[in-house]
Each structure stands twice: as structure tokens, then as C-alpha cells.
Antibody, heavy 119, light 106 residues
Framework: EVQLVQSGAEVKKPGESLKISCKGS????????IGWVRQMPGKGLEWMGI????????RYTPSFQGQVAISADKSINTIYLQWKSLKAADTAMYFC????????????WGQGTLVTVSS | SYELTQPPSVSVSPGQAASITCSGD??????VCWYQKKPGQPPVVVIY???KRPSGIPERFSGSNSGNTATLTISGSQVLDEADYFC?????????FGGGTKLTVL
């Protein structure tokens, strides 16, 4: 069974750093593209970027380039989303999602990680 | 970046058909999928490659894509279908999402 399990909710202050994770199991993790999606409170889904864990090839959506870092540790089937300096505007639910083999949709999603940034 | 436009809301009575549209330039040239999103849960794909249903998705969910518009149709809508629905198409290696449509069944 394919599973994507994300790290737990975080409450941080502005300016703090953060790294959240998404661990995959039940499939060939290293050779499947997997990405991050943001959903701000009351808003829609936004694609942040995608990574190919085998070689850590990362493609960012332009609006998130330089704002976050996506990385992978294929030895433990895990990808990460990292901020160096959080802002209140980063408050959102973050989902990891796997691109299916045909490349046409996101077939499995993590349960989501709620990040709250507040002073 | 590629833009997809959805109506903010659609209302339907139980048992009636609901149609949610998604518009984009030459959208018929792309594969479209649809996600159902309920509060507190991750999105679930209900239609992929324009009209295919993943296993476990009820037959009342169907999709089409022609010209600049893709449509998700829920025939015989049920209260449990009440959710936000997002269309998505690939723009290179990045998915473009529609803004989402809140489906109300009452």
C-alpha cells in the first residue's frame, strides 16, 4: 500500500526556521516525482515544487523559488520542505503529493502538515 | 504560467446532476484531472486524464474536456459529495490548479 506520512503540526514565530518532512512507503520512492502543495486558510491549492529523489532534481514554481527549499534523503525515503526565516504569511497547510506513473495527476497525498507562524 | 478558471460555487439539490467547469487556453490539448477536497482531509482524485475514474470512485463522477473547457459532472449528487473541487492540468513539470469550486448539496 502506497503511503505518504508527513511530520506533525508546527507552531513557530516569525523569523524562525523550519523543516517539515514526508516519508513514502509501498512504492519505488527514488524513481517517482513527488512535490509540495500549499493551501493557505480558506484558499485554493498552490503547487510549490517537485523533486525526483534519486538525483534530487528539483523544479520550483517561480513564486516559491528562493522562498523555500525542497530536498530529499533517498536513504530513508523522505523529502523535506524547509524555510530559513518564516513569515506570518507562511501559515498554511502543506501537503506532499506523488505524481503518478503516467505523469498526469497526483495519485497519493500525505495527510498534511499545518504550519502556524505567529508572534 | 498557465491559468485555470473555475466558478467559486455551485449548488445542487440531492439527486440532481451537478456540473463544475474549468476553463483554460486550449485546455483540450492537456490532460485534466479533478480533486475532491473536504475540510481536514487531503485532496482525493476523482477524475484523471479528462474522464477516467480511479478505483473506488463512484460511477456518478464523470469528466469531459473539449475546446477551452473541462467539465466535472456528478450525476445524482449526494450530500456526501459536498466539498471543494479543484481541476488541474500540467504546465510542463508543474501542475496548474484551478481556484476551486465549492459544491453545496442541499
Amino acid at each position: 500500500e502506497v503511503q505518504l506520512v508527513q511530520s506533525g503540526a508546527e507552531v513557530k514565530k516569525p523569523g524562525e526556521s523550519l523543516k517539515i518532512s514526508c516519508k513514502g512507503s509501498g512504492y519505488s520512492f527514488t524513481t517517482t516525482w513527488i512535490g509540495w502543495v500549499r493551501q493557505m486558510p480558506g484558499k485554493g491549492l498552490e503547487w510549490m515544487g517537485i523533486i525526483y529523489p534519486d538525483d534530487s532534481d528539483v523544479r520550483y514554481t517561480p513564486s516559491f523559488q528562493g522562498q523555500v527549499a525542497i530536498s530529499a534523503d533517498k536513504s530513508i525515503n523522505t523529502i523535506y520542505l524547509q524555510w530559513k526565516s518564516l513569515k506570518a504569511a507562511d501559515t498554511a497547510m502543506y501537503f506532499c503529493a506523488r505524481r503518478d506513473a503516467s505523469g498526469s495527476y497526483l495519485d497519493h497525498w500525505g495527510q498534511g502538515t499545518l504550519v502556524t507562524v505567529s508572534s | 504560467s498557465y491559468e485555470l478558471t473555475q466558478p467559486p460555487s455551485v449548488s445542487v439539490s440531492p439527486g440532481q446532476a451537478a456540473s463544475i467547469t474549468c476553463s483554460g487556453d486550449k485546455l483540450e490539448n492537456k490532460f485534466v484531472c479533478w480533486y475532491q477536497k473536504k475540510p481536514g482531509q487531503p485532496p482525493v482524485v476523482v477524475i484523471y486524464q479528462d474522464k477516467k475514474r480511479p478505483s473506488g470512485i463512484p460511477e456518478r463522477f464523470s469528466g469531459s474536456n473539449s475546446g477551452n473547457t473541462a467539465t466535472l459532472t456528478i450525476s445524482g449528487s449526494q450530500v456526501l459529495d459536498e466539498a471543494d473541487y479543484f481541476c488541474q492540468a500540467w504546465d510542463g513539470n508543474s501542475p496548474a490548479f484551478g481556484g476551486g469550486t465549492k459544491l453545496t448539496v442541499l
